[in-house]
C-alpha cells in the first residue's frame, strides 16, 4: 500500500514557522513509528498571491482535492489589507473550504491541567474542561447570495447573506451527533431563531434529525448569544456545541480563550468519505497568521502540531498515536516549559517556538 498524503500549506505569517515544528513530528513518526506520509508542500494566502496574483492557484486546488488530508498553518496579513476582496489571503481559505466541501468544523476546547491558572477565567471554572464546538462552514452568511456593496441613491449598502438549505443543517448536525455519542452524549445547538429565520429552520431541522435518528443523545438549544454568556458562566455544562458559520466562529474563539490562549486549540474541517473511506480533511490552527509576532520564534507551534494530532485520528484512524502525541504535549507543558502567549504578567523566560517543538519531539521520544 501507498504512504497516505499530506499536502501542507504553511500560508502566512507564523505559519511557516510553527509548521516547521509540525513537519519535526511528521519526521519522528515516519522514524520511529514507521508511519511515513508523502507530503507536498504548497502556497496559500498572501504568499500565494506574491508569487502568482492569487490567493490559491487552481494547481493548488487541485492536489488539495487529491491528497488524504491537507495542514493550513495561517493566512493574511496588513501588507494584504487593501487588496480586492476576490484576491484577498482569506479567499484562499475560504476556497479550499467550499470547494472540498468541508462541512463540519470540529474545534475542541481544552484545558490543560498546567494551563488552569492561566485563563482569565477561575481556575475551578475551567480545570478539566474539554468541550467541542462543531461549527458549520460552507454556508450561512460566509458564502450566501447576494453580497456585495452598491451604491442606493447617494449612499453605499453593504449586503450579505444568511442563508441554509435543510440537507446543509442536517448533515452538520448528524456529525454533531455522531460525535456526541463517542463524547458525553450531550448536544447543544446554537441560532436565533427569535429574530432569524434561518435559526427558526436550523432548530427545525436539528429537532428532526434528533428525533429520527439520535433519540439516545441528549439534545438542548439556546440562542448563541445566551450560549455565548453560559460559556463564560459554566462552560463545564457543555459536550458538544453545533452552530452556523458565522456564530461558530465567533463561539470558537471565545471558547478557545478559555483555555488561556489561542495558541494552543487545533481543529479539523471535514467533509463526506472520498472513494478511500477517509474524510475529506483539512487540519489548522484556531489562530491566525499573527503578523506582529512573524519571524521572532516567538509563535507557539501547540495549535498546529494538535492539528496534526486530530489528522491522524479522523483521517489516518491512528488514535492511539494521536493520544501519544496530546500526552507529549502535556508533558512539556507540566514541565513549565512555555512559549511567550503563554507567559503570565509576572513575566518569567518563554522558550522559542522551535525550542517548543523540540521538547515535544523528546517527550515521544520518552514515551517509547
Ligand atoms: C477562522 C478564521 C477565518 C474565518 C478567517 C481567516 C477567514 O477567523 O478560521 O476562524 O473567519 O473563518
Ligand atoms: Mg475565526
Redesign the pocket.
Known amino acids: 500500500m501507498s504512504n497516505p498524503s499530506l499536502l501542507i500549506l504553511p500560508g502566512d505569517g507564523i505559519g511557516p514557522e510553527v509548521m516547521s515544528e509540525v513537519r519535526k513530528i511528521i519526521d519522528w513518526y515516519g522514524a520511529k513509528r514507521g508511519l511515513t506520509f508523502d507530503v507536498t508542500e504548497d502556497l496559500v494566502g498572501g504568499c500565494a498571491y506574491d508569487a502568482h496574483g492569487t490567493p490559491l492557484t487552481d494547481e493548488t486546488m487541485e492536489k488539495a482535492q487529491n491528497v488524504d488530508a491537507v495542514l493550513l498553518g ?3 496579513g496588513p501588507k494584504y489589507d487593501n487588496l480586492d476582496f476576490s484576491v484577498k ?2 479567499r484562499g ?2 476556497r479550499l ?1 467550499k470547494e472540498m466541501d468541508l462541512y463540519a ?1 470540529l474545534r475542541p476546547a481544552q484545558c490543560f491541567d498546567a494551563l488552569a491558572d492561566f485563563s482569565s477565567l477561575k481556575a475551578d471554572v475551567v480545570g478539566g474542561l474539554d468541550i467541542m464546538i462543531i ?1 458549520e ?1 460552507t454556508s450561512g452568511v ?1 458564502f450566501g447570495e447576494p453580497r456585495g456593496i452598491h451604491k442606493e441613491g447617494n449612499e453605499r449598502v453593504g449586503v450579505n447573506t444568511q442563508r441554509y438549505t435543510e440537507s446543509e443543517i442536517a448533515r452538520v448536525a448528524r456529525s454533531a451527533f455522531e460525535l456526541a455519542r463517542r463524547r458525553n452524549n450531550k448536544v447543544c445547538s446554537m441560532e436565533k431563531a427569535n429574530v432569524m429565520e434561518s435559526g427558526v429552520l436550523w432548530r427545525q431541522v436539528v429537532t428532526e434529525v434528533h428525533a429520527a435518528e439520535y433519540a439516545d443523545v441528549e439534545l438542548s438549544h439556546m440562542y448563541a448569544d445566551a450560549g455565548a454568556m453560559q460559556l463564560t458562566r459554566w462552560p463545564k455544562q457543555f459536550d458538544v456545541i453545533v452552530t452556523d ?1 458565522l456564530f ?2 465567533l463561539l ?2 471565545l471558547a478557545a480563550m478559555l483555555t488561556g490562549s489561542l495558541g494552543m486549540l487545533p ?1 479539523a474541517s471535514l467533509g463526506a468519505p472520498m472513494a478511500n473511506g477517509r474524510p475529506k480533511a483539512l487540519y ?1 490552527p ?1 489562530h ?1 497568521s499573527a503578523p506582529d509576532i512573524a519571524g521572532q520564534g516567538k509563535a507557539n507551534p501547540i495549535a498546529c502540531i494538535l492539528s496534526f494530532a486530530m489528522a491522524l485520528r479522523y483521517s489516518f484512524d491512528q488514535g492511539d498515536e494521536a493520544t501519544r502525541l496530546e500526552k507529549a504535549v502535556e508533558t512539556v507543558l507540566a514541565d513549565g516549559l512555555r512559549t511567550a502567549d503563554l507567559m503570565g504578567p509576572e513575566g518569567g523566560a518563554p522558550v522559542s517556538t522551535t525550542q517548543m517543538g523540540d521538547a515535544i519531539v523528546s517527550a515521544l521520544d520518552a514515551s517509547l
Open positions: 495561517a493566512v493574511g489571503p482569506e481559505l475560504l473550504r468544523n461549527r462552514l460566509y458559520n461558530g466562529d470558537s474563539d481543529s489548522e484556531v491566525g
